[in-house]
Structure formats: C-alpha cells, structure tokens
C-alpha cells in the first residue's frame, strides 16, 4: 500500500484520482485545497488529513515522516494549470513521485527545467494522458501504424463544451493561469494526435477569441483543421433544439471516430500503469505543450485550409 497526498482535492479532476487512489487499495494520507467544499473525500478517504493552507499541509507531511515514520510516495496534483509546475517541484523535495493532470505545464521550456530537477531527485515525474488508454483511441492508432496509406489522413476536430458565466471569472478565464482555450480544453487531443499522427510539421491559428479557437495542424501523416469552444452558440441547431449543449465529433478521412463510452475507468487504468511502472513522462507530454504554446502566441493568419466552423 502507498501513501499519496492530493493538493486540488475541490476540484472537478479529484474525484476520479480519488477513486483511482482507492480502487488501486492505496492510502490518502493528505489533501490540500484553499477552497473546503470537500465532502467528496468522505465517499473514499474519511480519516485522510485536510488542509486549506499550503503551509500547514507542507509541515503535516514533514511532521508524519519525522514523528511517524510515515513516507510519502506519490502526491496527486489536480491544481489550476499554472500551478503544475510548483507542486510538482514540491512533490520531488519531498523524495515522492507526481502525478500531475493536463497540461502538465504551461510553457515547452518548464518540461526541460522539470527533467532536470527530476534527474537529481529521488521521484519521477507522471502525466494523466488518459486518452492514449482509450479502447477505440488504440484501435486507431494500431490502424495507422499498419497502415500502407499513401498521403496524409485528413481529420476535422470539433469540440464545444458549453460554459456558463462562471467560467470567465474563475481562473479557467485568465489565459495567464489556464493557458487560454486551447490548452485547458484541447490539450489531451493534441496529444493523442500526435501520439498517432507524428511529429508536428506546421502549426497555424485561424481564430482566437475568449470563447472560441481554431486552426490548422499538419503532422507527419495528418491534415487536421480544429475548432475548439465553450460558447453554447457554436452548438449545432438540430443539437440546441433537443437541450445538448456538447458536441465532439472528430472524423478521419470522412469517416466518424467513436469514442464517447468507455471514460470512466482510465484515471484508474492511468494509476495501475504508474504503480506498475508504465507511465507517460516528460517527453510524452512534451509535443503537446508545444503545441498550445505555440497556438497561444502566434497571431492569427489566414492561410492554410480551415475548419468549416470558421466563418
């Protein structure tokens, strides 16, 4: 049985490490968060220790492991995005490994300052890229890599995931903290795009609005046009007539990619595949971080082919 600490533990993310954390019959022995909403922890780990302040969490650790003899061995980070990069490093001072959520960070240069600071510790550094778990996300990729298609697969990306006024005002809304549009909701398909598709040959952004972002990707053996959003507008008619207020659709060559099941135990997957070993990295999470940096700092251009959501 391990020891785990969980910093993010009000989050929408935490329940699912929580449940991993418990279905893998390991420990929660602390959690921080500076918000107390956190009556989730009594469905998994009751006696587990709660902090709101940093600090005060900090010295609990230290305290246990000093009086105690009690080791941390993994600390779950399910933190705004621009904080991944700090609690990771806290994790490694305290000798423990981190599993840290998507984005892992924010910006390409803070992966190779983590792989140093990873090198000289103790710990090693983990990233939940769930997707490449994924059933029918396998099935693809074994597809491809069989393939003898001559020429590029052709993808259209979309996904809107509609967001009330609430959103705007919690750090999610502030580019600097979550790294806008692209990064927080469209990280995990980057990554398992070029997970199956290779590396990124040409990058380029066709819109870029607070609610909304899309552009043009060409990988080693795909053309990708994507629209990201979380405007409820964006949703088709037929859909908004009926009440959804979601719609994912990715096709490939025309042909739909289905992949709505089949979510709910890959936390759990991710977690069995750290314990035993088998985890993604730095350099698995490295070309996606790439990849939104380079989105959220170029203007938009108008060349190149584009989604037939952009008007």
């Known amino acids: 049985m391990k020891n785990f600490a969980l910093i993010g533990v009000a989050g929408y993310i935490a329940p699912r490490h929580l449940k991993a954390i418990k279905d893998t019959n390991n420990n929660l022995i602390a959690a921080l968060d500076k918000f107390d909403s956190v009556g989730v922890m009594d469905g998994y780990f ?29 600390v779950s980070i399910c933190t705004p995005n621009y904080l991944h990069d700090s609690h990771i490093r806290m994790a490694l001072r305290r000798g423990a490994d981190a599993i840290c959520e998507k984005p892992l960070v924010l910006n390409p240069w803070n992966i190779d300052a983590l792989a140093a600071i990873e090198k000289e510790s103790k710990g090693k550094i983990h990233t939940i890229l769930q997707l490449r778990l994924h059933e029918s996300i396998i099935k693809l990729k074994q597809k491809v890599d069989s393939s003898n298609k001559k020429g590029k697969y ?8 509609s967001r009330g ?16 549009i692209a990064t927080n909701i469209g990280v995990h398909f980057y990554d398992m795009l070029s997970w199956i598709f290779g590396e990124v ?28 959003s979380i405007d409820e507008n964006d949703v ?12 994912r659709s990715i096709t490939i060559d025309e042909e739909e990619l289905e992949f709505s099941q089949g979510f709910t135990e890959l936390h759990t997957d991710s977690y069995r595949g750290i314990l035993k070993g088998e985890s993604f990295g730095l350099e698995d999470a490295k070309q996606s971080i790439e990849i939104v940096h380079g989105i959220r700092n170029q203007e938009v251009m108008f060349k190149g082919e584009k989604h037939q959501f952009v008007k």
């Open 236 to 247: 088709p008619v037929r859909l908004k007539k009926i009440g959804q207020r979601t719609y």
């Open 154 to 161: 052709d993808i259209d990306l979309t996904y809107i995931t």
């Open 165 to 180: 006024n609430w959103y705007d005002i919690s750090w999610k809304g502030d580019e600097s903290k979550s790294g806008g």
């Open 201 to 228: 040959q040409e990058n380029i952004v066709h819109l870029k609005e607070k609610d909304k972002s899309a552009g043009y990707l060409e990988f080693q053996n795909a053309r990708v046009r994507w629209f990201l």
């Open 46 to 74: 009751p006696k587990a220790d709660f902090f709101v302040e940093f600090e005060r969490f900090d010295r609990h650790i230290e305290k246990i492991k000093r009086q105690q003899n009690i080791n941390l061995d993994y």
